[in-house]
Every structure is written in C-alpha cells, then in structure tokens.
C-alpha cells in the first residue's frame, strides 16, 4: 500500500513537471515565432498578400452585377539591394473566365517597380515578412480592370511572368468596387467608424483633411472588398504579411509591351524634345544607341541667334558633355529614333513637365465645379478638326450659357504621350480658349460628339499674379514667390475617367520662340504732367537677332573706339553732313555726362573733349545703337494712371532704370478695362506684380552733370488683347523711386516727332 501511494506522488509529479515544461517550451516557440515589427505611426497598416506563381495561376471570383472595376495592387520582392532610381522589370499575366472556367481572353500588363527608399517619410518603407525577415519590397505597382472589360467575366486568373533576375518574387492583393445601397451618403459617411473612414480618405487621396465631397461620395457609394484566391485543387496560396502606410505609395511605372526608360527622351525625324536652363550649365547625356543627335541653343530673349550645341563624348561609352551654355533653351533632335538621358553637369534636378487631360467622348462628357465670377482657361487637343460645347450651370443646375467652339489638328513636334506599350505617341498641339464666367456660374460641362483631349484650369480675375523678370540667373529671394497665374480644375466625374482608362498624361516639351516680325511702330508718352521731373538718356539696348535695321536718325548715337578718341574726334566733326544736327555726348566719369552742339564748338573744345572724357559719342556717323530717350522719375508708391479715351494701343512698355546697381524692383501693374463676353482666344490678366532684376544686356546713363549713373532693368510689358472691348486705363506703381520711360505699340507711324523708341527690352 505504501508502495503504490510513492508511485501515485512520483506519476503526479511527473505529470506537473512534464505540465510546466510543456507549457514553457511552447512559451518559447511562440516568442520564437513572434513577428519582428519596428515603431509605427497610427496610418500603418498590415494586409495578407499572395505570392504569384510563374507556373499556377491564383484565380478570384466577384459577382459581376455588382462589380464596377478590379484593381490589383503588387509589389516586387528584391533579391538584393538595387539602386533606388533604377526600375527592375515584371510582368503580370491575367486571364479572364466565364463561369465554367473557360478562357474568354489572355492579356499580359507590365510593371517597372523601383525599390522603396528606406529612410524617407513620404515614400515609408513596406516591409513583408517571410521566415521572420523584412524582405526588399518596391513601391506599389497597380493596374484597373474597368467594368466594360468585366463583360460575361465571372473570375480573372493571376500569373507571374519573370523579366528580371533580381526580382526574387510579387506579391498582389485583388479589391473589387462594388456598390453600396445607400441612399444619405453623408449620414453613411458618419455612421462608418472613425477608422474607416480614415482609411478610405487615405486610400482614396492624400489624407482625411484632403478629403472632397466628390471623394466622400465616392468613398460611401462604392467599397473596394478585398477577394480571396478561389479553391483550386494543387494550387498552394501561399500567404504572407505586407506592412506599410496609409495613404498607399502607388507609383505608376506601368505598361504592356516593349519596354523604353520612361525617364528618357525620344527623339526621331518629326519628334524633338528641349530642356529650358535657368542659369548658365553643360548638359550631360547618354545614348542608347550610337547616332547622331543634334542640339541648338536659344536665346530665350531673342537677343542672339540661335547657335548649334557642340558635345564630347565622355570616358564612359556612348556618354557626352556639351559645352558650357548661357541660360536659355536647347532643343533636341534626331533624325533616326534615338533614347536620350539627360542631366545638368552642377548636379541640379532635372523635371519633365507633364499635363493630365480627360478624354472625352459623345458618352463621357467632363464636369467641373466652379467658383463664380472666375475665370477659365480651357486647353483643347484632337486628332481631328471638330467642334465641342461649353455649357455653364447654376447653382440648380440648370444651364445659363452655351458656347460652342472650333478647333484645330496640328500636331506638335515636341510634346507627346507616353502609351502602355512605353512607346512615344505624338499628339495634337493645344487649342487656348478663355472664358469669364459670370456671378451665377457654379459649373461647366464640356461635350463633343468625338474623342477629344481636355484641360480646364481657373483662377479668380482679381488675384495677383507674381513672376520675375531677369535676363540672366533670376536669384531666389526669400520675400518674393513666383505665384501661377492659372491652377488646375479636377473634374467632378474624375474617378469615372480613370476607371475607363480615359485621362491621359501628355510630355509637354517648350517649344523655341517664333520669329515674329513686327510691323508696329512704339511711340514714347509724354508724362510731363503726371511726372514733372525728367531728363534724358542715352540708353544702349539690344535688338532681336532678326529685327529689320532701319535708318539711323539724330536721336541715335555711336561711341567712339579708344583709337578715334585719340585722333579723330576733330576729323570727324569736320566731315559731319551740314543737313543733319550734329551732337556730341561725353562722359566725364560714371557720374557725370554733358552734351554739346557740334556747330556750337570749335576745334579747340573739341581738342579739350577728347582729352579730358572717358567715353565719347557721336551722332552723325556709321551704325549708332545708342538711342537718345526721355526718362521720367517715377516717386516710389506713387501710381502713374495712364488713361485712354480714344487711342488704344496694341501693348504698353516700360522701360526702368534706377540709380543703384544691386536695387531690386517690384511693379505693380492694374488694367481696367471692360471684356468681351464668350470664349476668346486671347486673355488679359487685371493684377501683375513683378520684380525685377538689373540687366547686364542693356546700359543706360543720364546726359546730366552730376548724377548720370544709370542701370537697366528689363521691361514690362502689358499686352492688350483681343479679349479688351474697351480700355479704360493701366497703372503703374514701384516700390523703389526709379527712372522711367512709356512705349505704346500702334499699327501706324505717329508724324510728331519724339525721341526714337523700340522695344526690345
């Protein structure tokens, strides 16, 4: 008996210490096992992914009556670091099923996924874990299955094609929108949790305070449900765990057949690119393949001609530098198809500018809301010449006006659309059009009964519009920002176009300046009464490289070479013409300058000139392209008004100079003028305020005893276009006490002389 109660307490304890070890062990297996996470914000968030198979497909199913569009979201898996800016290649097959399984069609989409920056809050890392390990993810790539492709689709299949030895493997997630049954959609909005709703505002744009009410309703009609991979037998789901945040970071490389660098420029016999210098640089560029690329530069003022880009190639193989360039524009062009890369030698960045147009049609018209009493500018392309309608709503919604407009076919030569293929398409070149709508506007539609490309923007008539004029480096200053003169408008039915594939982003390229010839003639405004303080100047500014010469006048000054100084001043005045008024200006020092009648000197004060003067001019011989102007002195704040009853010019210059060689100056420009109804092709802005910056292009002095030192600024011009039906007057207001002088552009030659202008500054 005693035996057996040892060997009860032995079989007890055996089984407690086998109990307590057993639960210990699978302690440590479950903190074994645990998922390594790092610190993570609120947005973070984790989603179950599948890993695609190159060799058995994962299918999802959907109900197709309530199915508006697929999207299918994946992410690369690196088998090794790789350089953050360069795109490593895949490629998603997907079939579509009928209800028995049957294939209806096959198509592949072609992804180019670049692998997430890791220390960079706007682009956070994703991470997936397998075995435990982070593993190398790319950013989201994703393409959309719109609902006209969905027709008798009743499941779609998913297959791994491998183009890139280093993508160790993809991982998708499949959504599906579906419709929601609600008739409030803002009590739904309120009613889904507070977590939810965050969610669907950071999956749907930028942040919940982001968060329209087209995109609200959008959030609330529809729900992406995410689809599960369907039974299939032999098929092995393999699952893991994909973290990343809200809002997701999808960056679209995609396309569907060849693949071309899309950071590159394509160039052929009819299609060239440019790339604008902001201040002087060489461009580096590479090829990919050996041929012959032709560069010229552009002078973005006209001022010099164009000049042809010389290059070397560099000790990397098909790479090149140009020489160095004055700031400007430089075209590229090829006659065979080539794939250019490009870069600034100073390493600063380098941004291709790119426009989203609506594509719409007979079906698929684009809605707008917008402000009243705003203005519109409406950017048109097609294939083909046709007609399109604007029509602008009330608050009722019910229409108030209707236009209809006609536009062209050209192509453009520079910009271009970049299709799924990566090929390069070119495009139409844009239709302006401007329209000022009136107090009861609330929105704008715009139909046609053919495809047609459309960019609408907008701004408010009475905003400034602020930008810097400078003929070389314009430098930063920390007081004043270029502000856009127009801001982009987002359709209503935005989300309709990109479900059907319909908005199109457009490679826009600055095409170079257009040689105009004018046949206007400026003629200077006297302000003797709004501005009694003038004098006069001998101003040296450069003409357009293709302007016409004209006839030199007295008013026109050349300076004399140090070698005419020294000996030819007193034969020259000998042989001045009696018919013509002979003057001579010369410059003491920078600050002092006198003119003098040439018949009103003899040779000895003429003898006292040339030795006592620094600079000489002379007004009766050879090409002289010192111009003899009226400047008035314009107080700093004080508005000059200038009104117009009857005449009306086809623009107004002004021309400013100032005392102090480093003095930035700020110009405020109002135009008050009554405008034509409808949509025009030309459009005035009311408010301007410009800064500008000395010019090292043109010079200036005053013909004064004591204060003659002048500098050049560039000038203002205000255009006065076709959409003016009456203009009232311009004023014009500094905030710095300068020196000024009014150009007006007429169709004729006024007969009252003045002192001769030009605008070329």
Same mark, same amino acid.
């Given at each position: 008996?005693?035996?057996?109660?040892? !060997?009860?307490?032995?079989?007890?304890? !055996?089984?407690?210490?086998?109990?307590?070890?057993?639960?210990?062990?699978?302690?440590?297996?479950?903190?074994?096992?645990?998922?390594?996470?790092?610190?993570?914000?609120?947005?973070?968030?984790?989603?179950?992914? #599948?890993?695609?198979?190159?060799?058995?497909? /994962?299918?999802?199913?959907?109900?197709?009556?309530?199915?508006?569009?697929?999207?299918? /979201?994946?992410?690369?898996?690196?088998?090794?670091?790789?350089?953050?800016?360069?795109?490593?290649?895949?490629?998603?097959?997907?079939?579509?099923?009928?209800? =028995?399984?049957?294939?209806?069609?096959?198509?592949?989409?072609?992804?180019?996924?670049?692998?997430?920056?890791?220390?960079?809050?706007?682009?956070?890392?994703?991470?997936?874990?397998?075995?435990?390990?982070?593993?190398?993810?790319?950013?989201?790539?994703?393409?959309?299955?719109?609902?006209?492709?969905?027709?008798?689709?009743?499941?779609?299949?998913?297959?791994?094609?491998?183009?890139?030895?280093?993508?160790?493997?993809?991982?998708?997630?499949?959504? @599906?929108?579906?419709?929601?049954?609600?008739?409030?959609?803002?009590? %739904?909005? !309120?009613?889904?949790?507070?977590?939810?709703?965050?969610?669907?505002?950071?999956?749907?744009?930028?942040?919940?305070? @982001?968060?329209?009410?087209?995109?609200?309703?959008?959030?609330?009609?529809?729900?992406?449900?995410?689809?599960?991979?369907?039974?299939?037998?032999?098929?092995?789901? +393999?699952?893991?765990?994909?973290?990343?945040?809200?809002?997701?970071?999808?960056?679209?490389?995609?396309?569907?057949?060849?693949?071309?660098?899309?950071?590159?420029?394509?160039?052929? %016999?009819?299609?060239?690119?440019?790339?604008?210098?902001?201040?002087?640089?060489?461009?580096?560029?590479?090829?990919?393949?050996?041929?012959?690329?032709?560069?010229?530069?552009?002078?973005?003022?006209?001022?010099?001609?164009?000049?042809?880009?010389?290059?070397?190639?560099? %000790?990397?193989?098909?790479?090149?530098?140009?020489?160095?360039?004055?700031?400007?524009?430089?075209?590229?062009?090829?006659?065979?198809?080539?794939?250019?890369?490009?870069?600034?030698?100073?390493?600063?960045?380098?941004?291709?500018?790119?426009?989203?147009?609506?594509?719409?049609?007979?079906?698929?018209?684009?809605?707008?809301?917008?402000?009243?009493?705003?203005?519109?500018?409406?950017?048109?392309?097609?294939?083909?010449?046709?007609?399109?309608?604007?029509?602008? &709503?009330?608050?009722?919604?019910?229409?108030?006006?209707?236009?209809?407009?006609?536009?062209?076919?050209?192509?453009?030569?520079?910009?271009?659309?970049?299709?799924?293929?990566?090929?390069?398409?070119?495009?139409?070149?844009?239709?302006? &059009?401007?329209?000022?709508?009136?107090?009861?506007?609330?929105?704008?539609?715009?139909?046609?009964?053919?495809?047609?490309?459309?960019?609408?923007?907008?701004?408010?008539?009475?905003?400034?519009?602020?930008?810097? /004029?400078?003929?070389?480096?314009?430098?930063?200053? !920390?007081?004043?920002?270029?502000?856009? @003169?127009?801001?982009?408008?987002?359709?209503?039915?935005?989300?309709?176009?990109?479900? #059907?594939?319909?908005?199109?982003?457009?490679?826009?390229?600055?095409?170079?300046?257009?040689?105009?010839?004018?046949?206007?003639?400026?003629?200077?405004?006297?302000?003797?009464?709004?501005?009694?303080?003038?004098?006069?100047?001998?101003?040296?500014?450069?003409?357009?490289?293709?302007?016409?010469?004209?006839?030199?006048?007295?008013?026109?000054?050349?300076?004399?070479?140090?070698?005419?100084?020294?000996?030819?001043?007193?034969?020259?005045?000998?042989?001045?013409?009696?018919?013509?008024?002979?003057?001579?200006?010369? =410059?003491?020092?920078?600050?002092?300058?006198?003119?003098? @009648?040439?018949?009103?000197?003899?040779?000895?004060?003429?003898?006292?000139?040339?030795?006592?003067?620094?600079?000489?001019?002379?007004?009766?011989?050879?090409?002289?392209?010192?111009?003899? #102007?009226?400047?008035?002195?314009?107080?700093?704040?004080?508005?000059?008004?200038?009104?117009?009853?009857?005449?009306?010019?086809?623009?107004?210059?002004?021309?400013?100079?100032?005392?102090?060689?480093? =003095?930035?100056?700020?110009?405020?420009?109002?135009?008050?003028? +009554?405008?034509?109804?409808?949509?025009?092709?030309?459009?005035?802005?009311?408010? +301007?305020?410009?800064?500008? /910056?000395?010019?090292?292009?043109?010079?200036?002095?005053?013909?004064?005893?004591?204060?003659?030192?002048?500098?050049?600024?560039?000038?203002?011009?205000?255009?006065?276009?076709?959409?003016?039906?009456?203009?009232?007057?311009?004023?014009?207001?500094?905030?710095?006490?300068?020196?000024?002088?009014?150009?007006?552009?007429?169709?004729?030659?006024?007969?009252?002389?003045?002192?001769?202008?030009?605008?070329?500054?």
């Amino acid at each position: 008996m005693q035996f057996i109660k040892r !060997l009860l307490k032995l079989l007890i304890l !055996l089984a407690l210490v086998f109990g307590v070890g057993f639960a210990i062990f699978s302690f440590y297996l479950w903190v074994k096992s645990a998922e390594p996470i790092t610190s993570r914000s609120d947005t973070e968030t984790r989603s179950n992914v #599948q890993w695609l198979s190159t060799e058995k497909p /994962l299918v999802f199913s959907f109900s197709r009556s309530r199915t508006h569009s697929i999207r299918v /979201l994946s992410n690369a898996i690196f088998s090794e670091p790789t350089s953050l800016d360069k795109p490593i290649n895949y490629a998603i097959e997907y079939t579509f099923l009928n209800e =028995q399984k049957q294939v209806i069609s096959s198509h592949i989409y072609h992804h180019a996924s670049k692998l997430t920056p890791p220390d960079n809050n706007d682009l956070q890392i994703k991470q997936i874990i397998e075995d435990r390990q982070a593993l190398l993810v790319s950013s989201g790539q994703s393409f959309y299955l719109s609902q006209d492709q969905l027709d008798k689709v009743a499941s779609i299949s998913l297959k791994l094609i491998t183009e890139d030895t280093q993508v160790m493997g993809v991982v998708v997630r499949v959504h @599906a929108k579906t419709l929601n049954n609600s008739d409030d959609k803002y009590s %739904a909005w !309120l009613k889904l949790p507070l977590e939810r709703r965050e969610r669907s505002s950071a999956y749907h744009s930028v942040g919940v305070n @982001a968060l329209s009410t087209t995109e609200i309703n959008n959030a609330v009609t529809y729900s992406w449900l995410k689809l599960a991979p369907q039974g299939i037998p032999g098929i092995d789901f +393999k699952a893991d765990i994909l973290y990343e945040t809200l809002p997701y970071n999808v960056v679209t490389y995609d396309f569907s057949q060849q693949q071309l660098n899309l950071n590159d420029y394509y160039t052929d %016999a009819t299609l060239c690119a440019s790339i604008t210098l902001e201040q002087p640089d060489s461009l580096v560029f590479s090829l990919n393949t050996a041929g012959d690329i032709n560069l010229t530069w552009y002078d973005s003022s006209q001022f010099t001609a164009p000049k042809k880009v010389n290059y070397k190639e560099t %000790a990397q193989p098909l790479t090149f530098i140009t020489a160095p360039l004055d700031s400007g524009l430089v075209t590229i062009c090829s006659r065979d198809p080539l794939l250019s890369n490009w870069s600034f030698n100073s390493h600063l960045p380098m941004t291709t500018a790119q426009d989203g147009y609506y594509q719409i049609t007979e079906s698929l018209t684009a809605r707008y809301t917008i402000e009243a009493n705003s203005d519109i500018n409406i950017d048109l392309r097609s294939a083909s010449r046709g007609h399109a309608s604007v029509i602008v &709503f009330d608050q009722d919604n019910q229409p108030i006006d209707t236009f209809t407009v006609a536009y062209n076919d050209e192509i453009s030569s520079y910009d271009r659309v970049i299709l799924d293929s990566t090929q390069r398409e070119k495009v139409p070149k844009a239709n302006q &059009f401007y329209l000022r709508v009136n107090e009861r506007a609330s929105a704008l539609e715009i139909t046609t009964k053919q495809p047609l490309l459309v960019r609408v923007k907008s701004r408010s008539r009475q905003f400034n519009y602020q930008r810097t /004029l400078c003929h070389s480096v314009c430098l930063d200053n !920390l007081e004043f920002h270029d502000i856009a @003169a127009w801001y982009e408008q987002q359709a209503d039915n935005h989300y309709a176009f990109i479900e #059907q594939d319909s908005y199109i982003n457009i490679r826009v390229f600055q095409e170079p300046p257009a040689i105009l010839i004018e046949d206007t003639f400026y003629q200077s405004r006297e302000l003797f009464k709004q501005l009694p303080i003038s004098n006069v100047a001998l101003v040296n500014s450069p003409t357009k490289y293709f302007a016409p010469s004209t006839e030199p006048t007295p008013f026109h000054f050349a300076l004399l070479s140090k070698k005419q100084t020294k000996a030819q001043l007193v034969q020259m005045a000998a042989s001045a013409p009696s018919t013509t008024t002979a003057n001579v200006v010369y =410059q003491l020092n920078a600050h002092a300058a006198k003119e003098v @009648a040439l018949k009103e000197t003899d040779f000895e004060q003429l003898a006292n000139i040339e030795n006592s003067a620094q600079k000489i001019y002379q007004n009766w011989q050879g090409q002289r392209p010192w111009i003899k #102007q009226r400047l008035y002195k314009l107080t700093a704040n004080k508005p000059l008004k200038l009104t117009y009853p009857t005449l009306r010019p086809h623009s107004i210059v002004l021309k400013t100079y100032s005392h102090n060689a480093k =003095q930035k100056i700020i110009i405020d420009v109002t135009q008050n003028a +009554k405008y034509h109804g409808g949509l025009t092709h030309e459009y005035s802005i009311t408010n +301007k305020r410009l800064q500008l /910056l000395p010019s090292n292009l043109s010079e200036a002095f005053l013909i004064h005893p004591k204060d003659s030192q002048l500098f050049a600024y560039p000038a203002v011009t205000q255009q006065i276009n076709a959409d003016i039906r009456a203009l009232n007057n311009v004023t014009f207001t500094s905030n710095k006490t300068v020196w000024i002088a009014i150009l007006e552009e007429y169709s004729n030659e006024e007969v009252k002389i003045r002192w001769w202008n030009d605008d070329v500054l």
